[in-house]
């Protein structure tokens, strides 16, 4: 059945929106760098800066740690409930993380000797100079990001020009008050993602969340699984997921300004001929010691975010299907793939299957 819709101009991205992924993906990882470099011109020696270094850094490292064992836990046991063994967390997997960011140190490592050589920054620096370097470079790419994400986020929003009808958010509202966290709905040319299929939550403004859904789903759907699927997006504002992702995107950068500053470090102490055996001990031990805390926590990360992705779009699942049923809900996901025009990966259909699982496997133990 073909739903009519109020056809109107496509919404843009609010002014609040672009402020927070501002304030997240840069400000905050900014704040933090030159809080450092300000604390290390303070102390103005260098091992009790590298002590003062380890010692904040103990808490991102417990931090990220954390979020890596509940994201493992919460993952592994969804996956055993189901019996979907190929989505149990393995250590293998974190074993690849580890190897990915010895493979960032030789790719940092042999960009930052072009630079060192091009400018010739090889006399002793203290420590902090260092890592005012590194929050230029961290930065700068950080900076690509953040463009590059508020340009998308603007073409896919400008494609949203038809409007759910006003019968199927009127009966959303009137049942489900979360679902005033939303100021819009529309219909857009949203593009497979890579876990999901076509829906999605798109900006985090105060009071202008907008949900954006394929326009197939406008032309194929039902009005109770169209409502199905909306509530699996209020689900995603519900739990907050947008701000924690914009959170999880500033500490990466973050820890990408001290993943530099260890490589600088250790190149220009490479330069000047000298190696761990030959400095102070302490300074020795220090160093590596930050080796391993922002090294480790980068990997912890790095394999969170991508167990996130998985537990977001489940958790979402569960706000959807407590408002209109397992049954409903896991009928509709199996429905989605056919709405789409264009193939579906083996991991969105793997994935799909793994979330209809769950919902099949809880609406069974209602019964």
Same mark, same amino acid.
């Not at 930065?139 to 953040?146: A, H, K």
């Not at 009966?171 to 219909?187: A, G, T, W």
């Given at each position: 059945?073909?739903?009519?819709?109020?056809?109107?101009?496509?919404?843009?991205?609010?002014?609040?929106?672009?402020?927070?992924?501002?304030?997240?993906?840069?400000?905050?990882?900014?704040?933090?760098?030159?809080?450092?470099?300000?604390?290390?011109?303070?102390?103005?020696?260098?091992?009790?800066?590298?002590?003062?270094?380890?010692?904040?850094?103990?808490?991102?490292?417990?931090?990220?740690?954390?979020?890596?064992?509940?994201?493992?836990?919460?993952?592994?046991?969804?996956?055993?409930?189901?019996?979907?063994?190929?989505?149990?967390?393995?250590?293998?997997?974190?074993?690849?993380?580890?190897?990915?960011?010895?493979?960032?140190?030789?790719?940092?490592?042999?960009?930052?000797?072009?630079?060192?050589?091009?400018?010739?920054? /090889?006399?002793?620096?203290?420590?902090? #100079?260092?890592?005012?370097? $590194?929050?230029?470079? &961290?930065? +700068? !790419?950080? @900076? *690509?990001?953040?463009?590059?994400?508020?340009?998308?986020?603007?073409?896919?929003?400008?494609?949203?020009?038809?409007?759910?009808?006003?019968?199927?958010?009127?009966?959303?509202?009137?049942?489900?008050?979360?679902?005033?966290? /939303?100021?819009?709905?529309?219909?857009? #040319?949203?593009?497979?993602? $890579?876990?999901?299929? &076509?829906? +999605? !939550?798109? @900006? *985090?403004?105060?009071?202008?969340?907008?949900?954006?859904?394929?326009?197939?789903?406008?032309?194929?759907?039902?009005?109770?699984?169209?409502?199905?699927?909306?509530?699996?997006?209020?689900?995603?504002?519900?739990?907050?997921? /947008?701000?924690?992702?914009?959170?999880?995107?500033?500490?990466?950068?973050?820890?990408?300004?001290?993943?530099?500053?260890?490589?600088?470090?250790?190149?220009?102490?490479?330069?000047?001929?000298?190696?761990?055996?030959?400095?102070?001990?302490?300074?020795?031990?220090?160093?590596?010691?930050?080796?391993?805390?922002?090294?480790?926590?980068?990997?912890?990360?790095?394999?969170?975010?991508?167990?996130?992705?998985?537990?977001?779009?489940?958790?979402?699942?569960?706000?959807?299907?407590?408002?209109?049923?397992?049954?409903?809900?896991?009928?509709?996901?199996?429905?989605?793939?056919?709405?789409?025009?264009?193939?579906?990966?083996?991991?969105?259909?793997?994935?799909?299957?793994?979330?209809?699982?769950?919902?099949?496997?809880?609406?069974?133990?209602?019964?």
């Amino acid at each position: 059945m073909f739903r009519e819709s109020d056809r109107s101009l496509g919404v843009s991205l609010p002014i609040s929106d672009v402020m927070l992924l501002t304030l997240y993906f840069f400000f905050y990882p900014l704040f933090a760098g030159l809080s450092f470099i300000f604390l290390g011109v303070l102390l103005n020696n260098e091992i009790h800066y590298l002590l003062f270094l380890d010692l904040i850094l103990i808490f991102p490292f417990l931090f990220t740690g954390l979020l890596f064992y509940q994201s493992f836990k919460n993952l592994r046991d969804y996956a055993l409930e189901v019996k979907y063994f190929h989505f149990i967390p393995s250590w293998y997997e974190m074993g690849l993380h580890l190897i990915r960011q010895v493979y960032y140190v030789i790719f940092v490592g042999f960009i930052l000797t072009i630079i060192l050589r091009v400018f010739n920054i /090889i006399e002793i620096l203290e420590p902090w #100079d260092y890592l005012g370097l $590194s929050i230029i470079i &961290s930065l +700068g !790419v950080q @900076s *690509y990001f953040l463009v590059k994400s508020i340009i998308n986020k603007q073409e896919l929003l400008s494609t949203a020009q038809e409007a759910v009808s006003s019968e199927i958010i009127d009966q959303v509202e009137l049942n489900h008050p979360k679902s005033q966290m /939303i100021s819009e709905y529309r219909f857009a #040319d949203v593009q497979l993602p $890579s876990l999901f299929l &076509s829906a +999605g !939550v798109m @900006s *985090y403004g105060w009071k202008r969340n907008i949900c954006l859904i394929s326009r197939y789903f406008n032309w194929k759907l039902t009005d109770e699984e169209l409502i199905a699927v909306i509530l699996h997006e209020i689900g995603h504002i519900a739990n907050n997921h /947008i701000k924690k992702s914009y959170l999880i995107g500033g500490t990466e950068a973050f820890l990408r300004i001290m993943r530099i500053f260890c490589v600088f470090t250790g190149l220009i102490l490479l330069m000047q001929e000298q190696t761990i055996f030959t400095l102070d001990p302490i300074f020795s031990l220090l160093f590596i010691n930050l080796i391993f805390l922002v090294f480790l926590s980068s990997a912890f990360l790095s394999i969170f975010h991508y167990y996130r992705i998985f537990l977001a779009e489940i958790r979402a699942d569960d706000y959807s299907a407590m408002a209109i049923g397992n049954t409903v809900l896991a009928d509709t996901l199996r429905k989605l793939p056919s709405t789409i025009p264009s193939p579906v990966s083996y991991n969105q259909s793997s994935f799909l299957g793994f979330r209809v699982a769950i919902l099949r496997q809880r609406a069974k133990k209602e019964k």
